[in-house]
């Protein structure tokens, strides 16, 4: 996956320095909006859903990588995401229910993105999570390699 990023950046640097020692991390890609702030690129998303361990879901989040609609204003979006969590964690992003329930085969194509300021690799890991319950992972549940699952308690930035 860290060679992935590394190509890509080693073209636009000409191999000056290898990635296995830097940190390429947000040089490089296509940000997912033009208009929302502390979106994950693209290449990122995409490198980042390869840890999902199901294919459906992981085939379902690459594509939502490049064809989801990041919604970062509007009444309900930031009311939603003025709420914290117990713990006073701010929310990421969310998604809004639907009916019938979506599922990797017939996923919401819209997210609700919080614009919180973290680092990229949080941003990444946060933009896989929430389009893994656009695309029907439901909270909590293990075992598909979602980042932020509740074997992990929270999204795990380092
Ligand atoms: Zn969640």
Redesign the pocket.
Known sequence: MKRLYCYGVGALFSGFFTCSVVSCEGLWGTPMSETCRYVPTIQYCEAAAQQITDTCLRDCVVNLCTNAKVVCTGDVTVAECAKTDDFGNKKGGFVLPREPRQTCLDPVKEINWCQVSTPPKCQELTMV??LA?ACGWK?NTTGFGVP?DSSEGAINCK
Do not use: D, I, N, S
Request: net charge negative.
């Open positions: 999570h929430e319950h909270e932020g």
